[in-house]
């Protein structure tokens, strides 16, 4: 595999594209420099799993100190809010504090706080005894995997830059048809919910279903006022429907009986890879063959849970910071494409082996037949335009 990476490029700061250096790997797309180079032409995401920085110097670009990580993830974060769509989520790992300094900046973006994930690892974790006069602390055996959706903001005029939240959106449409408010309770076929819940603007706001915003819409254009027609359109010309509606809001596959609080020992498995002899990070000295090839390796069967919770088949997983690109392994083992980076060569051979192995252990996708839900699902790419902040 050619690699080609310009050294003298600090991560998170734009460099020169080089094509040559982007691999696909069937419906994989591997890119070996800084991701800031490749994300406008990546498609647009339905998830980002950022595993990033993390501030305490884990590999060559990670600061020392976690203080600065706001403005470290500042260009990503753009970027990524400049090409995800109403749909995106995004995973966020890092360290508590560290995460606690970039929140700031992914709230300003546009980004939803969820909830937070934790990765115990248990007391296994814990290497020999702890001396108490020395940490003076509870020994740290966590990770932190942190969740957010898009903010749901739509422009009042279609195209245009008057952006609001997607409860400000609904009822203003619905106000320019001059019907009264509670006219949108018989229209959805309910006693008060529409008013209550879907035009509600504050904490009891919910996005209408599909099959409810199909009622709102068509109610709308048949008695509304003539001049004002299409009401609820997302371009201008018509008049929003079910389909491109349900695009607009993230995907949540349930899985019961799982919670927030992920206990996993750390790697210590034949999963884990080991013996590359090279230095893995800035304070990795010596490496010898029971050294880990990558510090912070991710447990694949967490990735496939991530992956699974919050896209469909099909669907585009970013992976920009992708060490052995553990979570586009995931994504491609359950039928999605991977767009990943990494900077460090080494790292990138042993993820480029990662993905071929899982491309050939999974089906081509044929993805102009893919059907989701006994319907054909539109891409997250058609409505990207709506992402607007």
């Known amino acids: 595999m050619v690699m080609h990476m310009r050294a003298d490029v600090p991560w998170g700061v734009p ?19 800084n991701a800031m180079d490749v994300y406008d032409e990546w498609e647009t995401p339905a998830a980002i799993i950022s595993d990033g920085a993390y501030g305490v110097g884990g590999f060559p670009g990670d600061p020392r100190t976690p203080e600065g990580l706001g403005e470290w993830y500042r260009p990503h974060i753009e970027a990524w809010s400049r090409n995800a769509s109403l749909a995106t989520t995004l995973w966020f790992w890092n360290t508590e504090v560290g995460w606690a300094n970039v929140h700031p900046v992914l709230v300003a973006h546009g980004w939803n706080y969820e909830f937070t994930g934790i990765w115990n690892k248990g007391i296994g974790h814990i290497a020999g005894n702890v001396n108490g006069r ?16 898009r903010t749901p903001r739509l422009p009042l005029t279609p195209g245009g830059d008057d952006v609001v939240h997607m409860k400000q959106w609904l009822l203003h449409e619905w106000k320019r048809t001059g019907l009264p408010t509670k006219r949108a309770n018989d229209a959805a076929g309910v006693k008060d919910a529409a008013t209550r819940k879907y035009f509600d603007q504050g904490w009891l706001w919910y996005f209408p279903p599909a099959e409810v915003m199909e009622k709102l819409v068509s109610y709308a254009n048949e008695h509304g006022a003539a001049d004002g027609r299409p009401y609820f359109s997302l371009d201008g010309t018509k008049p929003v429907t079910g389909e491109e509606w349900a695009a607009l809001r993230s995907v949540w596959n349930h899985q019961h009986g799982i919670t927030n609080v992920w206990d996993r020992p750390a790697l210590r498995s034949t999963e884990r890879y080991k013996g590359s002899m090279k230095r893995s990070a800035p304070r990795t000295y010596n490496p010898s063959a029971s050294s880990a090839t990558h510090l912070n390796q991710k447990p694949l069967d967490l990735m ?41 060569p080494d790292f990138a051979e042993v993820a480029a082996q990662r993905i071929e192995e899982a491309e050939l252990d999974a089906p081509l996708l044929e993805r ?15 409505l990207a335009g709506a992402a607007l902040f």
Do not use: H
């Open 15 to 33: 460099g020169p594209t080089y094509p040559e250096s982007m691999q696909r790997i069937r419906d994989t797309q591997l890119y070996v420099g």
């Open 134 to 149: 020395t940490i003076r602390r509870m020994p740290v055996v966590t990770e932190v995997c942190v969740f957010y959706t």
């Open 304 to 344: 496939r849970q991530i992956v699974a919770s919050c896209t469909r088949p099909g669907d585009v997983v970013w992976e920009p910071f992708g060490g052995l690109a553990t979570a586009t392994v995931a994504a491609v083992e359950l039928g999605r494409r991977g767009c990943v980076a990494e900077v460090v």
């Open 368 to 382: 102009s037949e893919l059907v989701v839900d006994g319907a054909d699902r539109l891409s997250s790419s058609d």
